[in-house]
């Protein structure tokens, strides 16, 4: 079974090859993509790719390109099987969330991917990456269906959940974990599925619907030792902000103090959306373990369960796009939407 996939290049260090005339590292043509890695002629696939223009370092990633990536996968979502963004490293993990919560119904593999050393190196872990990508993006199984219908990131042999995963170093070829969700697939002599953690659309005949519009009103605050009332204040009380996500402690405690949680009350009190999140990297939020929790329930926090900060980000900008009704926002935000936390 031959399958179609659409490569979309946005920018990051996969796609830069040296430049011999300077030696500079520059983005290479992606429509010649076979020629730079003829592994991918192997597989019985057709490869069309899309290039954005202005390329991007992902550190100037912004909401307008999840629209415009959400608007070109609709687009053309009849045409091919699957889609593989090529994406930067940096904020890979904080795109891959957002579009999790973007692409409604989605019936097809979106898959990032990107390197640590740029694909035209002779030690890069480009291509591997790449054609793991591809090749995860093509498969289907005995009913003619995707194998993995989720925004997903492949890097250094594993394939994550997008709305899992976080950028874990800035060095290795390992450079994503997911330490709340274990992979969705390994590559190893063989592509190995974890069938029973992989979702799987209600009607696999769904119309796809994405969510362009993203209320992006959300700050996040580290809690941290030292930590003043004035920048606590600015923060959370910023009339220009609707939600907050608050980076706690381990379980999901932070300062008992009173001016603190003066502060929390307050702004919930006001009608702000406040999400407890830990700075842990694995492990989950229980405001019912210690008393530094539970007075942060109290005054109105929600959990954020074992959500990643980037997953937390991006499904409040969905959320808050979507309705003015804070309620709503608030019951949706504690429920699992897209595998982003766990039951
Ligand atoms: N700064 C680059 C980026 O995120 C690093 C990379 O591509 O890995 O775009």
Same mark, same amino acid.
């Given at each position: 079974?031959?399958?179609?996939?659409?490569?979309?290049?946005?920018?990051?260090?996969?796609?830069?090859?040296?430049?011999?005339?300077?030696?500079?590292?520059? =983005?290479?043509?992606?429509?010649?993509?076979?020629?730079?890695? =003829?592994?991918?002629?192997?597989?019985?696939v057709?490869?069309?790719?899309?290039?954005?223009?202005?390329?991007?370092?992902?550190?100037?990633?912004?909401?307008?390109?999840?629209?415009?990536?959400?608007?070109?996968?609709?687009?053309?979502?009849?045409?091919?099987?699957?889609?593989?963004?090529?994406?930067?490293?940096?904020?890979?993990?904080?795109?891959?969330?957002?579009?999790?919560?973007?692409?409604e119904?989605?019936?097809?593999?979106?898959v990032?991917?990107?390197?640590?050393?740029?694909?035209?190196?002779?030690?890069?872990?480009?291509?591997?990456?790449?054609?793991?990508?591809?090749?995860?993006?093509?498969?289907?199984?005995?009913?003619?269906?995707?194998?993995?219908?989720?925004?997903?990131?492949?890097?250094?042999?594993?394939?994550?959940?997008?709305?899992?995963?976080?950028?874990?170093?800035a060095?290795?070829?390992?450079?994503?974990?997911?330490?709340?969700? =274990? =992979?969705?697939?390994?590559?190893?002599?063989?592509?190995?599925?974890?069938?029973?953690?992989?979702?799987?659309?209600?009607?696999?005949?769904?119309?796809?619907?994405?969510?362009?519009?993203?209320?992006?009103?959300?700050s996040?605050?580290?809690?941290?030792?030292?930590?003043?009332?004035?920048?606590?204040?600015?923060?959370?009380?910023?009339?220009?902000?609707?939600?907050?996500?608050?980076?706690?402690?381990?379980?999901?405690?932070?300062?008992?103090?009173?001016?603190?949680?003066?502060?929390?009350?307050?702004?919930?009190?006001?009608?702000?959306?406040?999400?407890?999140?830990?700075?842990?990297?694995?492990?989950?939020?229980?405001?019912?373990?210690?008393?530094?929790?539970?007075?942060?329930?109290?005054?109105?926090?929600?959990?954020?369960?074992?959500?990643?900060?980037?997953?937390?980000?991006?499904?409040?900008?969905?959320?808050?796009?979507?309705?003015?009704?804070?309620?709503?926002?608030?019951?949706?935000?504690?429920?699992d939407?897209?595998?982003?936390?766990?039951?």
């Amino acid at each position: 079974m031959s399958s179609s996939i659409l490569i979309i290049y946005t920018g990051g260090t996969i796609g830069m090859k040296e430049d011999p005339s300077d030696g500079t590292l520059k =983005p290479f043509d992606f429509s010649q993509i076979k020629e730079e890695v =003829p592994e991918l002629n192997k597989f019985d696939v057709r490869l069309d790719s899309y290039t954005f223009d202005p390329l991007i370092d992902s550190s100037d990633v912004e909401p307008s390109l999840w629209t415009a990536l959400g608007e070109l996968i609709a687009e053309r979502h009849e045409d091919y099987d699957g889609f593989v963004i090529l994406h930067g490293t940096d904020t890979m993990a904080y795109s891959a969330s957002t579009l999790s919560f973007m692409l409604e119904g989605l019936t097809k593999p979106v898959v990032f991917t990107g390197s640590q050393l740029p694909i035209g190196v002779p030690r890069t872990d480009g291509k591997e990456n790449l054609i793991g990508a591809v090749e995860i993006a093509a498969a289907k199984d005995a009913e003619g269906h995707a194998r993995v219908p989720e925004v997903c990131i492949f890097f250094d042999s594993k394939l994550l959940r997008g709305n899992r995963s976080t950028k874990y170093s800035a060095e290795a070829f390992n450079a994503f974990a997911s330490p709340n969700c =274990p =992979p969705l697939a390994e590559a190893g002599i063989n592509i190995r599925y974890n069938t029973e953690l992989i979702r799987k659309p209600v009607y696999w005949d769904a119309q796809l619907r994405v969510q362009t519009h993203l209320d992006t009103r959300v700050s996040i605050l580290k809690v941290h030792p030292g930590m003043t009332p004035q920048v606590m204040h600015s923060v959370v009380a910023d009339p220009g902000t609707r939600a907050v996500i608050l980076e706690t402690y381990g379980s999901g405690n932070a300062l008992s103090k009173d001016w603190f949680l003066r502060i929390i009350a307050e702004a919930c009190a006001s009608g702000k959306i406040l999400l407890n999140v830990t700075q842990c990297k694995a492990g989950t939020v229980n405001m019912d373990l210690y008393a530094t929790g539970a007075a942060l329930k109290r005054a109105g926090v929600l959990s954020g369960a074992d959500i990643t900060t980037e997953a937390a980000l991006g499904k409040l900008f969905c959320l808050m796009g979507r309705s003015d009704q804070d309620k709503w926002v608030k019951t949706m935000l504690e429920k699992d939407l897209c595998g982003e936390i766990s039951k």
